[in-house]
C-alpha cells in the first residue's frame, strides 16, 4: 500500500475562497481523522470518522470549516470562506482502530493570503 | 478537561548518551499511550505503544515506561545517534478511547 495519500502538497488562497483538501486513507482501515498542525498550538484533532461516519467534529474550530467521507477510500475538509489564521500544515491519518497506530500522510501546507 | 504536557524546550545530548523525553497526563487516565517521531517537513510516524497494565515496553534501543500513579510516560533513546533528531510525540487516547489527542512534542537534537 502506498500509505495515506493526501493532495495537494501545498496551497496558496486568497483570503475568503474555498479551499479543498483531500485524503485516501490505506486501504482496510476503518478510522480516520484530520488534525492540523501549528507552531502555536502544536497537532489538533479536527474530526474522527469510523466507517465512513463522523463520530466526534467537535475539533473543528467554525462553521466554515466541514469534512465528508463519501466513502471508505477518500475524504475531504473544506474550508470556506478560508481566513489567514486557517494557515497550518493539515494532516490526514488512518488507522484500523481500537489500539491501533495511526498512520500519517505527507500533509497539506496551507497558506491563505 | 484532560491535558497532555512535553517539555516545549528542545533536549540537545551528545551522541552516544541516554536521551530521556517526558510525557504528563492529567485529569485522566488513558488505557495505553503511543508515542510518534516527527521529522521537518512529515507526518508522525508511530513508535511504541504501551498499556497501563505493562511498567515498560522495547524496541530495539527505544524504552517507554508508564507510571499510572504519577501520571507519567518516559520515553529513552539508548546510545544516541545524530539521525536521532526529530520532534518525539507522546500520544494517549481521549476520554472515550476512540482518538489520539497529541502532546506539544519535543524536539531531540542529538550533536556528534
Known amino acids: 500500500d502506498a500509505g495515506v495519500i493526501q493532495s495537494p502538497r501545498h496551497e496558496v488562497t486568497e483570503m475568503g475562497q474555498e479551499v479543498t483538501l483531500r485524503c485516501k486513507p490505506i486501504?482496510?482501515?476503518?478510522?480516520l481523522f484530520w488534525y492540523r498542525q501549528t507552531m502555536m498550538r502544536g497537532l489538533e484533532l479536527l474530526i474522527y470518522f469510523n466507517n465512513n461516519v463522523p463520530i466526534d467534529d467537535s475539533g473543528m474550530p467554525e462553521d466554515r470549516f466541514s469534512a465528508k467521507m463519501p466513502n471508505a477510500s477518500f475524504s475531504t475538509l473544506k474550508i470556506q470562506p478560508s481566513e489567514p489564521r486557517d494557515s497550518a500544515v493539515y494532516f490526514c491519518?488512518?488507522?484500523?482502530?481500537?489500539?491501533?497506530?495511526?498512520?500519517f500522510g505527507q500533509g497539506t501546507r496551507l497558506t491563505v493570503v | 478537561s484532560q491535558k497532555i504536557e512535553q517539555n516545549s524546550e528542545a533536549l540537545n545530548i551528545q551522541e552516544g548518551k541516554t536521551a530521556t523525553l517526558t510525557c504528563n497526563y492529567t485529569n485522566y487516565s488513558p488505557a495505553y499511550l503511543q508515542w510518534y517521531r516527527q521529522d521537518p517537513g512529515r507526518g508522525p510516524v508511530f513508535l511504541l505503544l504501551?498499556?497501563?497494565?505493562?511498567k515498560e515496553k522495547r524496541k530495539e534501543r527505544l524504552k517507554v515506561t508508564f507510571d499510572t500513579t504519577l501520571k507519567q510516560s518516559l520515553f529513552h533513546i539508548t546510545a544516541s545517534q545524530p539521525a536521532d533528531s526529530a520532534t518525539y510525540l507522546c500520544a494517549p487516547p481521549d476520554n472515550a478511547g476512540n482518538m489520539l489527542t497529541f502532546g506539544g512534542g519535543t524536539r531531540l537534537m542529538v550533536k556528534p
Open positions: 491519518a488512518s488507522s484500523s482502530g481500537g489500539h491501533r497506530e495511526a498512520f
Open positions: 504501551i498499556r497501563e497494565n505493562e
Open positions: 486501504s482496510g482501515h476503518n478510522s
